[in-house]
């Protein structure tokens, strides 16, 4: 049974991917570990107990504590599982730079259950980690490959997961239906039949190098206005690995780059399930509210949160790029709290400013601080109400449509009193 698409713990893995990928051990004594479904528990920690007394052997007094401490940490927390995920799991640990005071070593776990099966074991000590493994976990399989054709241009484009990227658009150089003086209808036309041949050779040896030598995709769509994707397809022109991969052709009514877009709302019923097409679909809901009068939707940070306290949320639809986080501060004295919800470049201006203001229940500047990104406040919110959270690419012509509403809106239950 497929999974489900879970947009948030997507997010989240992104987002830490991000912050891994800055990081720099001072030694070799940051540990990355893939284990595969199945794999048993006892038989990982058996592993990390060699590699526990392999670590003895390293000269350097504090890479030896560190990764030993570590591979400690790691067996602790493995040891809580009677068996793995599904899909396997991915461990990163190790001594990194205190976000507080980068002179500082924190010893951090970092645990994912990635969204598709560890395709294989994998244990590594090094001064960084290793996330290739899991960059290619997050990669979307199923390419759709799109040429979108008529007679005067082909264009070639990628759809992948939440993206569409227009790789190449060619022109036909067939010259139009009118012939010129002096030549007679017969060889006008035997000349217009061999320039559309060629073309449609050009466009064949394209589709090729792209979709095959390059992104191996597995579907292909041929789209375009009138009939010259149908002669092309039926024609001798393609590979035959494309031609057993296209899953339809697509009346539209633009080639080139324009028709590439255009396939992706002609063509859905064709390309159903592959995430750009569900996140237009959601944003084509919002917007549809949004337009109306009396549209069950709010949008903007403030009052998307007011509406979830409220209980009033069905549907949260958040920016991937909303860059937001939210600052915690809890007076140590008296209790009081108080919150701010800043961009994620300005966060440690907005702590050391809290941390020197003075609460004004007891006029102390005692606070504890706490930051969250907003996703995970937003989710934590939406769990308590039944809502559903989504996030959606920035990378889309919706998306970037969204974005207009300040990267975050909500469908709303019902119309406030």
């Given at each position: 049974m497929e999974q489900q698409y879970d947009s948030v713990e997507v997010y989240r893995v992104k987002r830490?991917?991000?912050?891994?990928?800055?990081v720099s051990g001072r030694g070799t004594e940051l540990i990355s570990l893939y284990i595969p479904p199945k794999r048993p528990p006892y038989d990982?920690?058996?592993?990390?107990?060699?590699?526990?007394?392999?670590?003895?052997?390293?000269?350097?007094?504090q890479t030896r504590t560190h990764v030993q401490d570590a591979l400690v940490h790691i067996m602790q927390r493995l040891k809580l599982y009677k068996q793995f995920p599904e899909n396997g799991l991915i461990v990163f640990c190790g001594y990194v730079p205190s976000p507080d005071n980068p002179a500082n070593l924190e010893l951090k776990y970092y645990e994912i259950v990635p969204p598709k099966p560890v395709p294989t074991s994998l244990y590594r000590c090094d001064d960084h980690f290793h996330l290739d493994i899991l960059k290619s976990l997050l990669k979307e399989e199923?390419?759709?490959?799109?040429?979108?054709?008529?007679?005067?241009e082909a264009g070639f484009g990628i759809i992948a997961g939440d993206r569409v990227e227009v790789i190449e658009v060619i022109t036909s150089g067939v010259g139009s239906k009118h012939r010129q003086g002096g030549q007679s209808a017969r060889r006008f036309e035997r000349i217009r039949e061999n320039e559309i041949n060629e073309f449609f050779h050009r466009v064949a040896a394209h589709a090729k190098e792209i979709f095959i030598d390059t992104y191996r995709v597995k579907k292909l769509i041929i789209s375009g206005p009138g009939m010259a994707k149908e002669?092309?397809?039926?024609?001798?022109?393609?590979?035959?690995?494309?031609?057993?991969?296209?899953?339809?052709?697509?009346?539209?009514g633009y080639a080139g780059e324009e028709g590439i877009r255009e396939t992706l709302e002609r063509g859905e019923e064709l390309i159903e399930?592959?995430?750009?097409?569900?996140?237009?679909?959601?944003?084509?809901?919002?917007?549809?509210?949004?337009?109306?009068?009396?549209?069950?939707?709010?949008?903007?940070?403030?009052?998307?949160?007011?509406a979830i306290k409220d209980g009033n949320a069905d549907l949260i639809i958040i920016s991937e790029d909303i860059n937001t986080v939210r600052i915690e501060a809890q007076c140590r004295s008296c209790g009081y709290t108080t919150e701010r919800f800043v961009q994620g470049q300005d966060v440690f201006k907005e702590k050391s400013d809290m941390a020197q203001q003075p609460c004004p229940v007891c006029g102390k500047s005692l606070w504890d601080i706490k930051v969250q990104d907003i996703v995970d406040y937003v989710t934590d919110l939406a769990t308590q109400v039944g809502a559903r959270v989504e996030i959606v690419s920035s990378k889309s012509e919706a998306g970037v449509m969204f974005k207009n509403f300040g990267g975050i809106g909500v469908m709303l239950r019902y119309h406030k009193k």
């Open positions: 830490l991917l991000t912050e891994l990928a800055n990982v920690i058996n592993q990390l107990k060699e590699e526990y007394g392999t670590a003895s052997n390293i000269k350097s007094d199923d390419l759709i490959g799109v040429i979108s054709l008529d007679l005067s002669d092309f397809f039926k024609g001798d022109y393609l590979d035959y690995r494309l031609k057993q991969a296209t899953i339809g052709l697509v009346d539209t399930g592959v995430r750009l097409i569900e996140e237009k679909k959601i944003i084509d809901r919002f917007l549809t509210e949004a337009s109306k009068k009396d549209g069950l939707v709010v949008y903007g940070l403030e009052p998307s949160i007011n």
